[in-house]
């Protein structure tokens, strides 16, 4: 599921997070993810996706506040890509 593989990659950029504590309602600011961290997230869901977030780090931090909206976002795109 797309959810695990956002988590998953969360957890890899920062390692004292443990999975089973975020859900799609989890926020960004809540954990300390710095926009450099949610741009290592971001770029990372790309290339494992093949699809491409077109979103700055600076809209990044402003659109993508939770789990979710990173899920929603990367389901559009993936539909629109099929």
């Known amino acids: 599921m ?19 504590e975020l859900s799609k309602d989890t926020q960004f600011d809540t954990l300390g993810l710095s926009s450099l961290e ?9 290339e494992r996706h093949e699809v491409e977030i077109d979103i700055s780090t600076v809209d990044a931090a402003d659109s993508l506040k939770t789990v979710g909206d990173i ?3 990367l389901e559009e795109l993936l539909k629109s890509k099929n």
Do not use: F
């Open 71 to 73: 899920v929603a976002t």
């Open 38 to 46: 949610l741009t290592e997230v971001i770029l990372e869901l790309e």
């Open 2 to 20: 797309l959810i695990d593989d956002v988590i998953e990659i969360i957890c890899e950029v920062r390692t004292e997070l443990n999975a089973s």
